[in-house]
Each structure stands twice: as structure tokens, then as C-alpha cells.
């Protein structure tokens, strides 16, 4: 019986530390983890020297490795409280992912709009000349010929009013 009522007080303890938001930071944070492991290590050397056999007042005024490690004991520990207390701290995006975010952005406007292309490469190496290509290697067509003067009108033998365009004859061209 002894064994079920350590497993279950374990067990509660156990529910307990997982809903607890302090201990849920300090399972997430590894700047918190990070702090609080400093402070441990600061105090525990402070403490080591705090106690060498000197008097604790005399090393507490006069030796500046005590006072130095103190100092980052405490630093530490004013660190963590600050940072169980404010939540972790998302990192704002620096200047070179805003920077690079705006030339892959340019690059993909560029490749997809002709127009802004055109405006880009007309403000860099200026404005395109018209003009229009000939080639002097291709031959210039060959006039064509004179067109044939006009047949005369046959002459008709009966002397009578044959000149009319309606009976002469033509030739076919």
C-alpha cells in the first residue's frame, strides 16, 4: 500500500508540475534555463570562496573575485526573474531579411511584368532608339519592264464607218 500511495502522491505531483505555467517556461525557455544555470554556478563558487577559512566579512570586502562573481550571480538570477515574468521574446525580423525579403520581391516583379522591365532597363542604360534595318546584303528588286505601247487599229477594206471601237478588234494581252 505504501508503494501505491508514493506512486500516486507522484503522480500528482507530476499533473501539478505540468500544469504549472512557471515550470511549462522553464521546460520551454533555454534562455531562462540558461540564466538560472549561471546564477547556480556563480552562487556556488561565491560560495566556495566565501567559505576558504577567511573571515565571511573580511572576503566579502576584499576579495574582488567574490564580489565579481556575486555580481553575476545576481545578474542572473534578475535575468531569469525577468524573463519568467515578461514570456519569451520573439526575435523581430533584422535588416537583412527585410533586405532580402524586398530584393527577391523586385526580382519576381521584374521577371513577371514586362512593362516594369522595360521602365527598369530604359531608367538604367536610357531610353531605346527607334530605327528601321536594311540590309545591304539583300538585293533591291529589278524594275519592271516598260509596258507595250497600244496595237493600232486594224484597217477594215469595206471604207465604211468601222472605226468604232465596238467592231475593231482588239488584241489580248
Do not use: C, H, W
Not at 2 to 26: E, F, I, T
Not at 41 to 66: F, I, M, Q, T
Not at 134 to 157: G, L
Request: charged share 25%; glycine share 6%; no cysteine.
Amino acid at each position: 500500500m505504501a508503494a501505491r500511495d508514493k506512486a500516486a502522491k507522484a503522480g500528482k505531483a507530476a499533473a501539478a508540475a505540468k500544469s504549472n505555467p512557471y515550470v511549462q517556461r522553464l521546460a520551454q525557455d533555454a534562455e531562462l534555463r540558461e540564466n538560472l544555470q549561471n546564477a547556480y554556478e556563480s552562487a556556488r563558487n561565491a560560495y566556495a570562496r566565501l567559505s576558504n577559512g577567511k573571515a565571511p566579512a573580511k572576503a566579502l570586502l576584499d576579495d574582488k573575485k567574490l564580489q565579481k562573481q556575486l555580481k553575476e550571480a545576481a545578474g542572473s538570477l534578475k535575468d531569469a526573474s525577468t524573463a519568467l515574468r515578461e514570456g519569451p521574446q520573439r526575435r523581430k525580423p533584422g535588416i537583412f531579411s527585410k533586405l532580402l525579403f524586398v530584393v527577391v520581391a523586385g526580382g519576381i516583379a521584374l521577371a513577371v511584368s514586362e512593362g516594369l522591365r522595360k521602365k527598369v532597363l530604359d531608367a538604367l542604360f536610357g531610353a531605346e532608339e527607334e530605327f528601321e534595318y536594311t540590309s545591304p546584303t539583300t538585293p533591291t528588286p529589278a524594275p519592271s519592264p516598260p509596258p507595250a505601247p497600244p496595237a493600232p487599229p486594224a484597217a477594215s477594206d469595206s471604207g465604211t464607218a468601222s472605226d468604232s471601237p465596238s467592231t475593231a478588234s482588239s488584241p489580248a494581252s
